[in-house]
Every structure is written in structure tokens, then in C-alpha cells.
């Protein structure tokens, strides 16, 4: 009997997925954690069912891209505007901050400044894609806590793209005109959607009468506008998922978002799935049980830091001390972008082969414990808490 080679894999996926979700939903723990988990369980150091991790990185970033559709399509624009102050100011202060500590760190390490300034963007930047779903999981979105947190994961994604230039300058690639004029009309065009979608109260999207009355049209119509504007922003140099949340809050200001919601839902659900099984396989267990001390004492140092130096930096922006350390919580891992920042460092040999396995478990182990890490900080903090939700 013939089976399609995609079919075993895809059965261990889903497998895997289910039960060690129904294990965590037993203890208690949110779901990407078990997608973390299965992840190393299917791939090269757990029963190597899966071993393509391209196609599943691939699929992931698809789930980012569906993600951030979503988001835009729930947070609330004015809310976003009234932000700009820590959006700039608090980004910028995180990312400077996070080079400074690299920077000391490497003065006693001996390290040259492209690796300084490699490893502090690295760690500088949160996940996206962990920390939206936890604050949408939770009903904290709209909070103000929640709203702080989006601003500056946003604002770090647009840093991507000139922390990639910075990066490229230490090697023999060097970012041409054509390429930065062409990253610069990619702002333009983003700033000025969003801009449009916080100016109008309503507007109507082409043929939707006709699309809300036939289900797999809607589907279509939802994935075209979705993808459309996403494709829109990463021809023209920027990240992909950026142009997606622009895309949800022109969905949300049309207020079409029931249809949408209804139309692209499951498809969220098995692609951020598989974003976070594509984080896990990256983990190789022998590397971290062979480097256990190092790569834990990493975990445990950058998950400290981020969180104390972005509550330092939005209680200096006006927050109280509970709500900046809670919101320090939810950025202290390393996001999925660091993965492309490292990739890029190493084929640039900023960083060793060594260097690579070594920030690679600490970026993957920070996104498993992130959960876990923000949960005792809430559960620490107590009745101190105090937010809008």
C-alpha cells in the first residue's frame, strides 16, 4: 500500500501535539509550552519523526504573520497613538541598555565589538508571538499593561531591519541604495496605512456584502487581505507580520472582523502551533545536557535582566513599579527574530559554531520558560498589581 511520505510525519505532529497538550492542560500550562515540547519530542533530538526543519520554520512564520493578523484586529488604534512616547523611547532605551550590558560583559570576556553588538541585539528583542498569545490568552490585551507591551514588541520588530544593516556592515555584505531606499518607502507605506486606519472611524472593504454571505469566499477574501498587505511590506524590506497587523487594524476599523475572525481561526490555531514546534526542534538536547551549567546559568541571567531593565525603563516613563516589573516579565525572553540576528552572525563569523548551539538553547529555553517565568512573577506581585483591563 502506497503512503504519502508527508503522512507519518504529520500524523507524529499532530500526535505529539495532542498528548502532551492534554498533559500540560492537566497541569495547568498554556499550550505553547507543550508545542515547545513536542517539537523536541519529533525532532532530530527526540524520536527524529520530523527532520525537515525548513518547512516547519516555513510553516511557522506563516503562524507569526496569522498571528499578528489577529492582534491587529484587537487592539485598539488611539490607544496605540497615545503610546507613541514608550514605543520610541522605551524601545530604544531597552535596545541601548541590552548593548551596554553586552558591552561590559565583553570588556571582561575580551570579545571584539561585532560580537557585542551582535549578542545585545539578540537579546534585546522579545517574542512576539509568546507574548501576544499569552496577553490574548489571558484577556489582558487591551490592558495597560498589555498595551505597553505591544508597543515596544511592534517598535522591536521595525529594529530588525536596521539592527540586520548594522549587523551586515561587520561582514563582507554590504546593504546596497537601492535596498535602503526601498526599506525606506516600506516605512512610509506602513506608517501611512496605519495612519489610515487610525483616522476613520469606519470604512467599507471592497465586495464585502457579497463575500459575508458565502463561507469559502470569505476564507479567501480573509487570507488576501491578510497575506496581501503582508507581501506588500516584506517586498519592500520590512517584516512581513508588520504588514499583517496593519492589515487587522484596517479589518477592525471596517468593522469586519466577525467574518474574518470566523473564516481564519482554525488556520491561527494549527499554524502558531507549529511556529512554536519549529522553535523546539531547534533545542539539541545532548548540547544542553553536555552544557548544562553553562546554558542554564544563561537562561536564568538573561531572563533576570531583560525583566529589571525594561521595568527600569517604563518606571522612568511614568508606569508604577508593579505594573513595569510585570511588564518586564512578559519581555524578558529572547524573541524568534534573534534566530535570523544569530543566523546572520554566523555566517558572518561574528560568532563560532559553538557560540551559534550555545544562543540558539538559550533562545529556546527562554521561550519554554517564558510562561512559567511571567506566571510566579504575576503570582509574586500579588494584590500590588494593578491594571486596566
Known sequence: MHIDPLIPP??????AVLLVGLLLQFLRQPQLVGYIVSGVAIGPSGFALLTDQALIEHLG??????????????????QLARGWRIALGGTLLQIGGSV???????LWLG?????????????????????LKLLKDRGELNSTAGGNVLLILLAQDLAVVPMLIVISLFSNERPGGDQL??????????????????????????FAKRVRQDHELQVFAALLICFGLAFITGTLGLSSALG??????????????????????PLRIVFVALLFVSIGMLIEVRFVVENWLQVGSLVIAVLVTNTFINAGILRALGNPWPLSLYSGALLAQIGEFSFVLISVGLQAAIVS????QLTIAVIALTLALSPAWIGATKRLLGNRLRYDV
Open 10 to 15: 504529520l500524523v507524529g505532529v499532530i500526535a
Open 100 to 106: 551596554a550590558l553586552t558591552w561590559a560583559i565583553g
Open 353 to 356: 559554531n559553538y557560540g551559534y
Open 61 to 78: 512564520a506563516i503562524g507569526v504573520t496569522l498571528l499578528l493578523f489577529f492582534i491587529g484586529m484587537e487592539v485598539s488604534p488611539k
Open 181 to 206: 531606499v526601498q526599506q525606506l518607502v516600506g516605512a512610509v507605506v506602513i506608517l501611512g496605512l496605519a495612519a489610515f486606519a487610525l483616522s476613520r472611524d469606519q470604512f467599507r472593504l471592497p
Open 111 to 131: 570579545w571584539e565589538l561585532p560580537r557585542v553588538i551582535l549578542l545585545g541585539f539578540v537579546i534585546s528583542l522579545s517574542s512576539t508571538a509568546v507574548v
Open 244 to 265: 499583517a497587523f496593519v492589515a487587522g487594524m484596517i479589518v477592525a476599523s471596517a468593522h469586519e472582523t466577525d467574518w474574518v475572525h470566523h473564516a481564519l481561526e
